[in-house]
């Protein structure tokens, strides 16, 4: 099983691939050269990660790396892996030998709280993704993204219940935990729990509305503006509960950690503390959001000029209200 720090650095790669996708919209380098190797970096990393209606728009660059495709249908792939791993990591977690040995952690405990709604989530994407999703015909997406978001779902797990399945300090049994702190984590995770909540009748409901715009459109090549729900607000709202969703399981697992001292200098120093995967994968997760949603949001503007509603921003309160072109 990967440790705390492989998981933690396979994130913090995963946030800075999704930094240099985006390091110029104009499509040159960051030094200014279009040509120099960051410029040929970056265009291999926005091939990887360009789908759908944003993937046409670079189609052109690196023909023959273009090519590697995989119908978009197949993201339905993600959740049957990430179904599988999770109840397989919630079995053992549950099991002879695993959390009951450490029933007063409450570290484990949290965990295994972000298990069961984590696996609740990924059913839910998985009956989504193959009941109500609607894709164009000829939908594509690169096999490198296909692999890594394979990768994505199997690391997520073991990245935010890693106490729950071994990963990390051990140690945790042991700690004595003040009652008022142990109030304050009990808190932290109910509003954890809610946002959670939110976040995927949110996302349930932004799917379904893409779904209905699909439907609605003149043929299977159309796009509408989609409407309603948070989708007055933001471009991609369904990406935006996604992040609502995990900053959730965060506030459930994360403070635990931090009653427990693993946030504490000497933890994180000697490599012990078992705490920083959880918050490497949010922040992969909103890197790899934000570049996708200001990658959408340009292609709306782009695409429907001023019939596009002016007050939407791509995924966060007035971040990019108005992205450059692609």
Known sequence: MPSDG???????VFVLCSALSSARSDGG???????????RVRALLR?????????????????????????????????????????????????DGGARARARSLDVA??????????????????ESALVAKHRPEATMHAGAYALGLTYYSAATRSLAGAALGVGSTASAAVAVAPSRVYIVYGFAL??????????????????????????????????????GWFERFSCAHFTAEVVIYFGLILIVVPS?????????????????????????????VANLTVAA????????????????????????????????L
């Open 191 to 228: 509003i954890g729990v809610a946002l959670f909540a939110v976040g995927n009748y949110r996302q349930n409901e932004c799917h379904r509305i893409l779904a209905r715009a699909r439907r609605a459109g003149s043929d299977a090549r159309a796009y509408v503006i989609p409407r309603g």
């Open 6 to 12: 492989a998981l933690t650095s396979f994130w913090l």
């Open 257 to 285: 950690d931090i009653a427990l001292g693993k946030w504490s200098a000497a933890a994180l120093a000697a490599g012990s503390g078992g705490a920083l995967a959880p918050v490497a994968l949010c922040a992969a997760v």
């Open 29 to 39: 380098s960051v030094d200014g050269d279009s040509k120099g190797p960051l410029a």
């Open 47 to 95: 091939r990887v990660v360009a789908r759908g209606k944003v993937e046409d728009a670079t189609a052109n660059d690196l023909a023959w790396f273009s090519n590697l495709t995989v119908p978009h249908r197949w993201f339905t792939h993600f959740y049957v892996v990430g179904c599988a791993v999770n109840a397989r990591a919630l079995a053992d977690a549950l099991g």
């Open 110 to 127: 949290a965990a295994i709280v972000v298990l069961v709604l984590f696996q609740a989530h990924l059913v839910r994407r998985l009956c």
């Open 294 to 325: 200001r990658d959408h949001h340009a292609w709306y503007l782009k695409r429907f000029h001023d019939a596009y509603p002016k007050n939407r921003t791509a995924i966060f309160p007035r971040i990019a209200q108005r992205a450059p072109p």
